[in-house]
Every structure is written in C-alpha cells, then in structure tokens.
C-alpha cells in the first residue's frame, strides 16, 4: 500500500511479518507518536495527571515535546508539569475568557500545517474544560483532531464506585442554585445507568439533598482527591454520604457517581394520583406533572397524561 496517498485522517495499516493482526505503518506511528521526527498537523488533544504526575501516558510527554504549540487553560499549571519531565516549551493561554480571539488564530496555524496541542488544568480536555468550540471549529475547517487520552477523574471515580459501569452519563457541575440543580437533576432522573458529577466541597452537602431530593434515596459512592496522598471513596445511599458529609465534611475535588433508577422503586398509581392531586392545586397541570415524574421514576409524558385526567375526569353516566 502506498501510505502517500492515503487522505489526510485516514489510518493505513501493513501485516506483521510474523503474526497476522495489523500494525500501524512507519508513517502511522510518526503521526501518533511524534517519536519519528516532527508531528502531523493537526489539534492534539492532550490528557494530563489529575494529581499523580506518573499517571502521564509516554505519548503525551513525546507529543508536549514535539509540538509546534501549546496552549493552556492554566499556563502556570502546565509550566510546572513540563518542568517536572525536563521539557522546555512556550505555552499560550486558552480558557473560556478568550475563546472567541484565540479560535481564529489557531484555525490559522492549523491551515499553515503546525501541530497544536491543547491541556487543561489537569485530566482530559473538553470534559468539563474548555476546548469544545475549538475543537468543533477544527472539525468544520477539515482539520485532524488528535485524541491523547490519559487520565479522567470521570472515569477513575466510576471505577472506584463499585456501582454498575456498563451504562453512565456524565453530567459534570450542576448549578449552583437549588431550583436549578433540581431542575437539571430532574431532566435526567430517568437516564437507564449510573450518573457522574463534579463537585466542590463548599456545596456538596446541599447537592446530596437535592439529589436525595430527586432521584430517592439511590445507591451512591463519593469520591475525592482521587490519585493524590489523601484519596478516599465512601460508598453508601445518598442519605448515608449525607449524614457522612455533615458530621465529616470533605476536602478537595469530589466525584459524585449515583446508581441508575431501580424499577422496583417506582411508585405505584396510587402514590403519583396522591401526589398529583397535591401539586396540580399550587403548580398547575405541567409543572405538577413534571415534579411528579421526576419524583416517581416514570415518564413525564405518562404523568401528564395521567395529570389531565385528574384534572379534567370523564363525566359519568347519568343512570336516573
């Protein structure tokens, strides 16, 4: 195969002489690794330690020191992890302050065929860190997009969970204001699999009574300062992290991971009718509807229905 013509972002692939599975080609290896000389143009989304420094994968350190450009959420940050692997680079802010100047710019050197790397703070970009609109305009440019992918605090806190991991939505930081944690709580209260969130410490106490507020009392784990010298993972209900945290507040970076709706928690028709005609008199057919639904593990469109029934009830036969 002739690797020259293959298009840009294609994968070309030769047969091991002594085995039959496929290798990447020379020119495939260079590309991916930077190892064969200068890199690919293209964005490289770089992962990083979420606190131990060796969790760095050998292929991030080879593409941080090969790159054209690197930019930053943090350049403070990313100084001292370069620094710590004796790499010696310029580095360039990027965070959610500036998206909208540094897009063009680095559209631009993409066009040139530079390599750009983009870091965030600590973990993997774009998951709850700036670099999605970056990312979708490389994309809409014909530009390659380069996963580097290392650490997630994600992902490490559903390992530590111990709660289901074939299905999880990860739904990051919540508002910060109750009605509107509710209300994003609500809106995926039925999702079929395990939920992940960040949170900070300041307010975790008051997001796991909301979530206990929401979701009932699911099974759940809280995990923080994962990978770092004073890690810890609790695992209980959500109302037993919520008397845990109160009388032992937790310090750091947190992980929350909720199991998934458990269908033989779902209420039965006389406890959403009970409900219903409660909430229909103070908020009305819609939004009693949508409290209920969240609160009963059933579909809002079900309690709707069931909500216009209640209030609007068929009339009866007149048997005079």
């Not at 994003?184 to 909301?210: H, N, Q, W």
Request: with cysteine; proline share 7%.
């Amino acid at each position: 195969m002739n690797t020259s013509d293959n298009p840009i972002g294609e994968r070309s692939q030769v047969q091991s002489p002594d085995r039959g599975d496929l290798q990447p080609s020379a020119d495939e290896t260079a590309r991916i690794s930077g190892k064969a000389g200068p890199l690919c143009a293209g964005l490289y989304l770089v992962a990083t330690p979420i606190g131990n420094l060796r969790d760095i994968t050998l292929r991030a350190l080879d593409i941080l020191q090969s790159a054209d450009v690197i930019y930053a959420e943090d350049t403070r940050q990313t100084q001292k992890l370069l620094a710590n692997f004796s790499i010696s680079a310029a580095l360039t802010p990027y965070h959610d302050h500036n998206t909208a100047k540094r897009i063009p710019i680095i559209m631009e050197q993409l066009s040139s065929g530079k390599s750009v790397a983009l870091v965030s703070d600590a973990g993997t970009p774009l998951i709850s860190d700036p670099g999605f609109k970056l990312a979708r305009a490389a994309a809409q440019n014909g530009h390659d997009i380069i996963p580097v992918p290392g650490a997630s605090a994600a992902i490490a806190g559903l390992l530590t969970s111990a709660l289901p991991s074939d299905r999880f939505f990860f739904a990051g930081f919540l508002p910060p204001k109750s009605a509107a944690r509710k209300t994003a709580l609500g809106e995926i209260a039925a999702v079929p699999g395990t939920l992940i969130f960040f949170e900070g410490g300041s307010r975790i106490d008051k997001t796991l009574a909301d979530m206990l507020d929401v979701l009932g009392d699911r099974p759940a784990a809280l995990a923080r300062e994962l990978t770092k010298k004073f890690e810890q993972t609790r695992r209980g209900t959500l109302s037993n992290l919520l008397e845990g945290v109160k009388s032992d507040p937790p310090r750091g970076e947190i992980v929350l991971i909720i199991g998934g709706p458990d269908e033989e928690h779902k209420w039965d028709e006389a406890q959403i009718d009970a409900a219903l005609i409660l909430a229909i008199d103070e908020l009305g057919v819609k939004r009693a509807a949508a409290q209920v639904a969240q609160q009963s593990g059933h579909k809002k469109r079900d309690i709707y229905a069931r909500a216009l029934a209640l209030k609007n009830p068929a009339p009866k036969d007149n048997l005079e």
